[in-house]
């Protein structure tokens, strides 16, 4: 199995497990929809993800907050509750142009107020939704929208089934902590809605194979490969290297112009070579390929017979060659 399909497989095993894509998405659909659609900064310090009963559901709301009722797939039915203390922010942002410093006393919400923050309520479902299209808590959290208001929560009761939800408690800042409170959004447990659409794994057509490798061989072949030619090594004491002056004749007694080592950067020899010249500049006439394990051979990195013109030769040698 190839790195990228392993990956895929892994981040899909995560998504199957169920991740923190609805924290995350719920957090950011809350934010931009208040952004786009009022102007107004919310912020969401903290957000609690959790599964509750019916009933268990219908205890959480506070007094006096605004209920929306929310349809999905499959006849699916899902809550909103918005507290007064953000409910009252979020009318005076659209009324006043801002948030006031001092809330209102609480009231009873109205069809009004339910209205002027429906557009909110499906631009946060909507961002919700887009966020989590590829992951797996798309199944339960995508699909719904706002239907409906309630100011009175009893029959509540009567309209949700009575199953498992998760719960997503955000705790809401708006205007940059004038005023504070919770949004929560209740959603059937068990989802009905669309399958994630996963990103397609790579494949590799096999017809693309030679060509490719063709490809590739070109650019390997074209590419600069640096060799030095060694004429003799020589092994001399410190003190003698030391004291080597500018002019002075050194000795190489096991020397010969007719086996010149072609060596690599890694001083493995590729092959040898006679010096000579051709057109004026030095040259190397290839005599014999070596392996990679030392032998000699026909086919190794450089070939017998091949010209190697490395550089200008010295007007010195031009004239004594």
């Known amino acids: 199995m190839s790195v990228i399909r392993r990956k895929l497989a892994a981040a899909r095993a995560a998504m199957a497990e169920g991740t923190p894509g609805a924290d995350r998405g719920w957090r950011l659909a809350l934010a931009r929809a208040a952004r786009d ?16 009963s019916l009933a268990e559901l219908l205890e959480m709301p506070a007094d006096r907050a605004l209920f929306a009722v929310l349809e999905g797939p499959a006849e699916g039915m899902g809550l909103l509750v918005i ?150 090594r020589v092994t001399l004491p410190l003190a003698t290297i030391m004291s080597l002056r500018v002019g002075e004749v050194m000795a190489l007694p096991t020397a010969a112009l007719d086996h010149i080592s072609i060596e690599g950067t890694d001083g493995r020899t590729v092959g040898l070579a006679k010096l000579g010249q051709n057109r004026g500049m030095r040259a190397l006439r290839v005599t014999r390929s070596v392996g990679q394990d030392g032998t000699a051979t026909g086919q190794a990195e450089v070939q017998a017979g091949n010209l190697i013109v490395p550089m200008a030769m010295p007007e010195q040698m031009r004239q004594a060659g």
């Open 37 to 52: 659609a009022m102007k107004l900064p919310l912020e969401v310090p903290s957000l609690r993800l959790s599964r509750a």
């Open 83 to 232: 507290s007064p203390p953000i409910l009252q922010g979020m009318i005076e942002q659209q009324t006043l142009g801002r948030v006031q410093s001092h809330a209102a006393s609480p009231r009873k919400p109205t069809r009004t107020d339910a209205a002027m923050v429906a557009g909110l309520i499906d631009a946060a479902l909507v961002g919700l939704e887009q966020t989590l299209a590829q992951e797996a808590d798309l199944v339960w959290a995508g699909g719904f929208r706002y239907a409906s208001f309630l100011d009175d929560p009893r029959p509540l009761g009567l309209l949700l089934e009575d199953f498992s939800y998760r719960i997503l408690q955000a705790e809401v800042s708006l205007a940059h902590g004038v005023r504070t409170g919770q949004v929560l959004l209740a959603l059937p447990a068990e989802g009905r809605g669309a399958m994630p659409s996963y990103p397609a794994p790579e494949t590799q057509d096999d017809t693309d194979a030679p060509a490719f490798a063709s490809a590739l061989a070109e650019r390997v072949e074209g590419a600069t490969s640096e060799l030095q030619a060694a004429l003799t």
